[in-house]
């Protein structure tokens, strides 16, 4: 059975700090997606991880996969209140188009 | 514009109905899932179908059932075998590169 581990579960910081946000993954994958969801909304796609070595990179924020060590960290750079957010990573495990597995989320607070 | 959409996004149930929640989308995608989110805790795959007339079961289809009959379309009845049905109910369809795309939930209450 598949499962993936998000780390910290909750993590309260102050603007303008640095953090990461880590995933593992406990089967081989080669995709492996971040989103993003606001209190009481529905999931926004934030990356999209294809290959090892993939990183990405939006604003603050920025993805990166290692397949062999079955990885993917999240790292916020320059925390800013409206980064405060759950933010959950997922993984294609199943092959094909049989869904995806999910983290259970990192609940980020980013205090002024 | 391109989307899904989920209605109703609130719906409240008395013990002992059969609910459907409506999942419509107009991205052209063949595979579309319904996913479970509670309180504080990730997804859970409910049921996915990769082609119109076909679906199968996730992790946790009991009580629950689907029907794919346009591409378009995949509505979830959440029926009474459902025990603890009270939960945020989330509709994706997959694109190309395997991202799904959400709607915007529908949230089921038990009365």
């Known amino acids: 059975e598949l499962k993936v581990e998000q780390n910290p579960l909750f993590l309260s910081m102050q603007e303008g700090k640095n953090y990461t946000i880590y995933c593992n993954y406990s089967?081989?994958?080669?995709?492996l997606y971040w989103y993003r969801q606001d209190p009481g909304k529905s999931l926004e796609s934030l990356f999209v991880?294809?290959?090892?070595?993939a990183v990405k990179q939006e604003g603050r924020l920025m993805a990166s996969l290692d397949t062999k060590a079955r990885l993917s960290t999240l790292h916020i750079t320059a925390a800013v209140h409206d980064l405060s957010a759950t933010y959950f990573c997922?993984?294609?495990?199943?092959?094909?188009?049989?869904?995806?597995?999910f983290g259970k989320g990192t609940h980020l607070i980013i205090q002024p | 514009d391109g989307g899904i959409t989920q209605s109703p996004k609130y719906l409240f149930r008395k013990e002992g109905q059969n609910v459907t929640l409506s999942c419509e989308q107009n991205?052209?995608?063949?595979?579309m899932y319904w996913y479970r989110q509670d309180p504080g805790q990730g997804l859970r795959l409910i049921y996915y179908?990769?082609?119109?007339?076909?679906?199968q079961k996730g992790d946790i289809a009991e009580g629950y059932s689907v029907s794919r009959e346009k591409k378009e379309s995949f509505p979830l009845t959440v029926t009474s075998a459902q025990k603890n049905p009270t939960a945020f109910y989330l509709c994706?369809?997959?694109?190309?590169?395997?991202?799904?795309?959400f709607g915007e939930g529908s949230r089921l209450t038990v009365l």
């Open positions: 997922a993984v294609d495990a199943r092959g094909g188009a049989d869904g995806l597995t």
């Open positions: 089967t081989t994958s080669d995709r």
């Open positions: 991880l294809l290959s090892n070595g």
């Open positions: 991205l052209n995608h063949d595979a």
């Open positions: 179908s990769q082609i119109v007339n076909d679906f």
């Open positions: 994706a369809s997959m694109g190309d590169s395997g991202e799904l795309f």
